[in-house]
Structure formats: structure tokens, C-alpha cells
């Protein structure tokens, strides 16, 4: 397929995201995986905004271009998010043969980013 004709952009709050801290739109290639999948890269986070503002952890949609040149909204929301911090580790003694639980402290980020 045609890279020109393989395009995505991507939209936040019904704004066009711009790349670059602001000075370019955010667009891509995307590869034809499978009749049903695509794979394409997002923009990076630290200088994606939309309506002036930083995207930071809001909704945001990926439109696909189609055969007319047009981009299509596919109503599906995609969200940046935080990855998870591991604090500690503690298990308990236990035999070769025995079950042994392993708790994890973490910290999900809840209530600031990773809402969803």
C-alpha cells in the first residue's frame, strides 16, 4: 500500500494533537498486519498536546486514513499511562514442597495518571 495513502493522526478531546511541543501534527505510517490489525507507533508523551494544553494521561483516539484520503474517527479511546512501581517483596519460609506466597507492595499510580 501507498505510505502516502497509510496515514493516522491523532485527535485528544476533539483537538489534533501536535508533536514537537506543539509545532508539529502529530501523524504516522501504519503496517498492515492482518486483515483486522494495524500497527503504528503513538506519539511520544512528553511533547504530545492538544488545544494547547499537554495530552499528559487524557483520552485520545487514533484516525485512520481511507481510500479517499480522508480521516475516518473510530470512537476508540487510548490512554498514556504509568507504569507500575514495586516497593518491596516479602515472602514467608516455606519447604521445597509447600506453596509459598509472595506479597508485592506496588504502587499503581491510582488518581494520578492511571484511572482506567
Known sequence: MDDSKSQVTY???NNQMMCQDGQVKCTN???VVDEHT???K???QASATAGGQKVSHQPFNILMMDMDGEFVNNQIKLYYFIEFTFKNISAQFAYS???KPIMIETDF????GNDY
Not at 499510580?109 to 494520578?112: A, G, L, M, R
Open 11 to 13: 485527535f485528544s478531546n
Open 29 to 31: 505510517v501504519y503496517s
Open 97 to 99: 514442597n509447600e506453596e
Open 109 to 112: 499510580h491510582w488518581d494520578s
Open 38 to 40: 494495524i500497527r503504528v
Open 42 to 44: 503513538v506519539p511520544e
